[in-house]
């Protein structure tokens, strides 16, 4: 079993940036890919970014191409989101989760994750 804790969220104002934190509990954090995900009121979970074992592809989504930054530092255990130029569109509950061993960093789904953190709320106010 892997627990995944978020940080770094809170409220900003548009234009503004957070950083997001995702710490994994176990050494094996370094074989998997790893995802961001986000949740609005009221819709369904979406896809934000994830990044492959060595931090070296990442994909994005298209609605944070160029303002998100994904990373990770494999020996703290700890994925990153670096979030800029913050849209009120951006505010939801943002998630860190774990893909299953053997992901194809471009074929991959919701599905494909096993392990997911608690999330951390990113409000942005216009």
């Known amino acids: 079993q892997v627990q995944l804790v978020e940080s770094g969220g809170g409220l900003v104002q548009a234009g503004g940036s957070l950083r997001l934190s995702c710490v994994a509990s176990q050494h094996t954090f370094s074989s998997k890919i790893m995802g961001w995900f986000r949740q609005a009121p009221g819709k369904e979970r979406e896809f934000v970014a994830r990044?492959?074992?060595?931090?070296?592809?990442?994909v994005y989504a298209d609605s944070v191409k160029g303002r998100f930054t994904i990373s990770r530092d494999n020996v703290k255990n700890t994925m990153y989101l670096q979030m800029n130029s913050l849209k009120p569109e951006d505010t939801a509950v943002y998630s860190c989760a774990v893909a299953r061993a053997g992901s194809n960093i471009y074929a991959l789904n919701i599905a494909s994750y096993e392990y997911w953190g608690q999330g951390t709320q990113v409000t942005v106010s216009s």
């Open positions: 990044i492959s074992l060595s931090g070296r592809d990442t």
